[in-house]
Nanobody
Framework: QVQLVESGGGLVQAGGSLRLSCAAS????????MGWFRQVPGKEREFVAG????????DYADSVKGRFTISRDNAKNTVNLQMTSLKPEDTAVYYC????????????????????WGQGTQVTVSS
């Protein structure tokens, strides 16, 4: 079992930056692949970024590629999402997720690929 708590959300103007953090507790953090997802009302939760257990592999949704950066600090049990050049369409509740089923370089891209979820943090980008 692992518990995830997101922080760092807020209101920012278009073109601005935010850094989201997700603190994990409960089990060995380095055993978990991690992901960030986001959801707006009336739409499905969507993949934003993923990072492997060691951090050696990352990937991003096309909509955020080149603007967002996912990273992790296994010593501090945290995963971060640095968001730059934010757009109004990035407005959503952002969730971090964890799963232990993957190999050293693996992670998932779908909701079903993760067993553990945080409560979410709201990001609002004004135009």
């Amino acid at each position: 079992q692992v518990q995830l708590v997101e922080s760092g959300g807020g209101l920012v103007q278009a073109g601005g930056s935010l850094r989201l953090s997700c603190a994990a507790s409960g089990r060995t953090f380095s055993n978990y692949a991690m992901g960030w997802f986001r959801q707006v009302p009336g739409k499905e939760r969507e993949f934003v970024a993923g990072i492997s257990r060691s951090g050696s592999r990352t990937d991003y949704a096309d909509s955020v590629k080149g603007r967002f950066t996912i990273s992790r600090d296994n010593a501090k049990n945290t995963v971060n999402l640095q968001m730059t050049s934010l757009k109004p369409e990035d407005t959503a509740v952002y969730y971090c997720a964890a799963d232990f089923r993957y190999s050293e370089i693996g992670f998932g891209y779908t909701l079903g690929a993760y067993d553990y979820w945080g409560q979410g943090t709201q990001v609002t980008v004004s135009s």
